[in-house]
């Protein structure tokens, strides 16, 4: 059965901190590896994964896959309290009408 | 990007009575577009997919009849709460892909919407 795990659950942190953010995955026909955040309503997409090594980055945030050993990480520097929500790992099986499949979120508190 | 309207943001309801949720693409196409449930602090929950001009294909454990999905068109699905009771209270959000799209593994969200049976 296909599956996301997300770790930690939930995490707390100073202002200025670097967290990284944990996705392992069990799925059959990988086709990508996607990253949300979820603040109080919809999940806003923040990265798109195909391929291995190659790390996507937007400002502070950033992220790299790993195909081999099936993970992906979601890195954020220099946290900001803006960067508190729930960060959402989902996985594409290519087969299956490209269904998502979804991790249960790491939810990050950032602390003044 | 793309943008995904949702409608009501929340509704408060009797029990009993059929609540509807609209579901729209405003500045794309989207043949096929997904409703998720969510509980608070989980995640989210495929319910089912709709597909334009074709019946939803509802996930294991939902109840078609309970949730009548309509997706009449490329821009407009809906998802109808018949006969709500109070387990139904949950936060509802749709999503799109933009047919167009190369990466169409992409969802774009609604802003969800939060009903609360009485």
């Known amino acids: 059965e296909d599956k996301v795990v997300q770790s930690p659950l939930s995490l707390v942190v100073h202002e200025g901190d670097t967290v990284t953010l944990n996705c392992s995955y069990e799925v059959t026909n990988f086709r990508s590896l996607l990253w949300y955040k979820q603040e109080k309503k919809a999940p806003t997409f923040l990265f798109m994964l195909?391929?291995s090594g190659i790390e996507k980055k937007s400002g502070r945030l950033s992220s790299i896959l790993d195909k081999k050993e099936l993970f992906s990480i979601l890195n954020i520097t220099a946290t900001q309290t803006g960067d508190s929500a729930v960060y959402l790992c989902a996985v594409c099986n290519a087969g299956n009408n490209r269904k998502l499949i979804w991790g249960l979120g790491t939810s990050l508190a950032v602390n003044p | 990007g793309a943008v995904v309207s949702q409608h009501p943001s929340w509704v408060i309801c009797k029990s009993g009575t059929s609540v509807k949720i609209e579901c729209r693409s405003l500045d794309f196409q989207a043949t096929t577009m997904f409703w998720y449930r969510q509980f608070p602090k989980q995640s989210l929950m495929l319910m089912a997919t709709s597909n334009e001009g074709s019946k939803a294909t509802y996930e294991q454990g939902v109840e078609k009849d309970k949730f009548l999905i309509n997706h009449a068109s490329l821009t407009l699905s809906t998802l109808t709460v018949t006969s709500a009771h109070p387990e139904d209270s949950s936060f509802y959000i749709c999503?799109?892909?933009?047919?167009?799209?190369?990466?169409?593994?992409?969802?774009?969200f609604g802003s969800g919407t939060q009903l609360s049976v009485l």
């Open positions: 999503s799109a892909r933009d047919v167009a799209g190369v990466a169409n593994e992409k969802l774009f």
């Open positions: 195909t391929s």
